[in-house]
């Protein structure tokens, strides 16, 4: 028989008690807000699904130690925080010169609307909702050092009281406080100036429609329609591939250097991810008789200009939703996550 996941969470007498299959069905509702936590935390995708991994296994080995002083659901929390710390002390690089996160990966918009966004216990619909999840987001995030770090995201983003961050991180209140002033300034200083407000609903035509016009102009290699859609700070890059480019002109001929413009066969598939516009890009491959993944750009807006573009590799094709190949006519199979809105060709 299945085990309910709308049980009551458990208390200090029972949890030690419970078998493995019901504390993992206790476990398992809370996964999606706590890979999102550790994502924000680590701001790879694949370092958060490990480290949720390893919370699971932690909590399970130290489940008697479970006190119900607070929620099993905050219990976890401390535990994926401990994690993304302990991992962030063993191998993470720091950002490199001008802003650069080569780790980041791309988070999936249709794992975002797993979240509880109807429970009003649940940071993470809010949290979303303060764009804690876009790419700019991350990236500021991944420049502060990692008690700071995790200071802020509880504190800011998860609400969570002073007095509860100092107990996780063992510290005095006076301490967090003073790490979240830190926190907070180093993400005024990494943090663009304008933040983007595209959350692709109906009343947002006119950044859908840029998007429109810039995958059309990508197709055809029209250099001149793409800089009129740049503003003249864009930024650009394409992790894990060091380079960032910032200015509009740096930009275009950093693209151009790279074989852009005798590029032929292109199309664009409209999509979304991390809360942000994005297209994902193929191109025709004729012995496979198919359009083939290339690279997805994720779109910042500001202002009716794109203000940044952060290019993704065709490895993240298949955790997107995205389809691995399309045929000649450019259509997506019905149903097809991520193809969305049809595709300009």
Same mark, same amino acid.
């Given at each position: 028989?299945?085990?309910?996941?709308?049980?009551?969470?458990?208390?200090?007498?029972?949890?030690?008690?419970?078998?493995?299959?019901?504390?993992?069905?206790?476990?398992?509702?809370?996964?999606?807000?706590?890979?999102?936590?550790?994502?924000?935390?680590?701001? =790879?995708?694949?370092?958060?699904?490990?480290?949720? *991994?390893?919370?699971?296994?932690?909590?399970?080995?130290?489940?008697?130690?479970?006190?119900?002083? =607070?929620?099993?659901?905050?219990?976890?929390?401390?535990?994926?925080?401990?994690?993304?710390?302990?991992?962030?002390?063993?191998?993470?690089?720091?950002?490199?010169?001008?802003?650069?996160?080569?780790?980041? *990966?791309?988070?999936?918009?249709?794992?975002?609307?797993?979240?509880?966004?109807?429970?009003?216990?649940?940071?993470?619909?809010?949290?979303?909702?303060?764009?804690?999840?876009?790419?700019?987001?991350?990236?500021?995030?991944?420049?502060?050092?990692?008690?700071?770090?995790?200071?802020?995201?509880?504190?800011?983003?998860?609400?969570?009281?002073?007095?509860?961050?100092?107990?996780?991180?063992?510290?005095?209140?006076?301490?967090?406080?003073?790490?979240?002033?830190?926190?907070?300034?180093?993400?005024?200083?990494?943090?663009?100036?304008?933040?983007?407000?595209?959350?692709?609903?109906?009343?947002?035509?006119?950044?859908?429609?840029?998007?429109?016009?810039?995958?059309?102009?990508?197709?055809?290699?029209?250099?001149?329609?793409?800089?009129?859609?740049?503003?003249?700070?864009?930024?650009?890059?394409?992790?894990?591939?060091?380079?960032?480019?910032?200015?509009?002109?740096?930009?275009?001929?950093?693209?151009?250097?790279?074989?852009?413009?005798?590029?032929?066969?292109?199309?664009?598939?409209?999509?979304?991810?991390?809360?942000?516009?994005?297209?994902?890009?193929?191109?025709?491959?004729?012995?496979?008789?198919?359009?083939?993944?290339?690279?997805?750009?994720?779109?910042?807006?500001?202002?009716?200009?794109?203000?940044?573009?952060?290019?993704?590799?065709?490895?993240?094709?298949?955790?997107?939703?995205?389809?691995?190949?399309?045929?000649?006519?450019?259509?997506?199979?019905?149903?097809?996550?991520?193809?969305?809105?049809?595709?300009?060709?």
């Amino acid at each position: 028989m299945s085990v309910d996941t709308r049980l009551e969470e458990p208390s200090v007498s029972d949890l030690g008690e419970v078998d493995e299959p019901t504390f993992t069905a206790l476990a398992e509702r809370h996964r999606r807000e706590l890979h999102v936590h550790c994502y924000r935390m680590l701001g =790879s995708f694949d370092d958060a699904e490990d480290t949720v *991994q390893e919370t699971f296994l932690r909590a399970w080995r130290r489940r008697e130690t479970f006190e119900g002083r =607070s929620t099993f659901r905050a219990w976890l929390y401390r535990i994926a925080t401990n994690a993304c710390l302990d991992l962030l002390a063993k191998r993470r690089p720091e950002p490199a010169t001008g802003g650069e996160v080569l780790w980041l *990966q791309p988070y999936p918009d249709r794992l975002l609307d797993e979240l509880p966004a109807d429970d009003a216990e649940a940071p993470d619909a809010l949290a979303v909702a303060q764009e804690t999840i876009e790419l700019a987001y991350l990236v500021a995030v991944q420049h502060l050092a990692p008690r700071p770090r995790a200071a802020l995201i509880l504190r800011d983003v998860l609400g969570w009281p002073a007095k509860d961050v100092a107990e996780l991180l063992g510290d005095t209140v006076n301490s967090v406080n003073s790490a979240l002033q830190r926190a907070r300034a180093g993400m005024r200083e990494h943090l663009p100036a304008e933040r983007q407000d595209w959350t692709g609903g109906e009343g947002d035509a006119e950044a859908r429609e840029l998007v429109r016009r810039f995958t059309e102009a990508t197709v055809v290699t029209d250099i001149e329609a793409i800089k009129s859609m740049l503003r003249h700070d864009v930024r650009s890059s394409m992790p894990p591939t060091p380079g960032l480019c910032a200015g509009r002109d740096a930009v275009v001929n950093d693209w151009i250097e790279d074989g852009f413009e005798g590029m032929h066969g292109l199309l664009g598939v409209p999509t979304s991810v991390n809360r942000q516009p994005a297209v994902a890009f193929y191109l025709w491959r004729e012995q496979e008789d198919a359009y083939l993944p290339l690279t997805i750009d994720v779109l910042r807006i500001t202002g009716g200009a794109i203000t940044e573009i952060v290019i993704f590799h065709d490895d993240q094709f298949p955790r997107l939703g995205l389809p691995e190949r399309l045929p000649a006519d450019g259509t997506a199979q019905s149903g097809t996550p991520g193809a969305r809105d049809g595709a300009a060709s």
